[in-house]
């Protein structure tokens, strides 16, 4: 059964960065995409980043320039580099790791970092 543990969030103030981290168990994480969510109290969850197992990444409009998302397959983790940060990005934090195989859907959620930014 894969595991993901995501770590990294805290307290921080606006403009300054953070980085998250997930961390997955298995040996088979570089080919699972991995995306990362946020969901902020009373709001849906919604998606943040997402980087491909061929290492192609997508944004959200409100993060982009701002978020990169990356990848180490040899240490089985994904990253989020949050820089410039918002009061609006305060939210937990999720990472989901997926992948299909054109017969099968599989994915997995890790419990959640929470972010908060003060203004």
């Known amino acids: 059964q894969v595991q993901l543990v995501e770590s990294g969030g805290g307290l921080v103030q606006a403009g300054e960065s953070l980085r998250l981290s997930c961390a997955a168990s298995?040996?088979?994480?570089?080919?699972?995409?991995i995306d990362w969510y946020r969901q902020a109290p009373g709001k849906q969850r919604t998606s943040v980043a997402r980087?491909?197992?061929?290492?192609?990444?997508n944004y959200a409009g409100s993060v982009k320039g701002r978020f990169t998302i990356s990848r180490d397959n040899a240490e089985n983790t994904s990253y989020l580099q949050m820089n410039s940060l918002k009061p609006e990005d305060t939210a937990v934090y999720y990472c989901?790791?997926?992948?299909?195989?054109?017969?099968?859907?599989?994915?997995?959620w890790g419990q959640g970092t929470q972010v908060t930014v003060s203004s």
């Open positions: 989901n790791m997926n992948r299909y195989t054109g017969i099968r859907y599989t994915n997995y």
């Open positions: 980087i491909s197992s061929d290492g192609s990444t």
């Open positions: 298995g040996s088979t994480f570089s080919t699972y995409a």
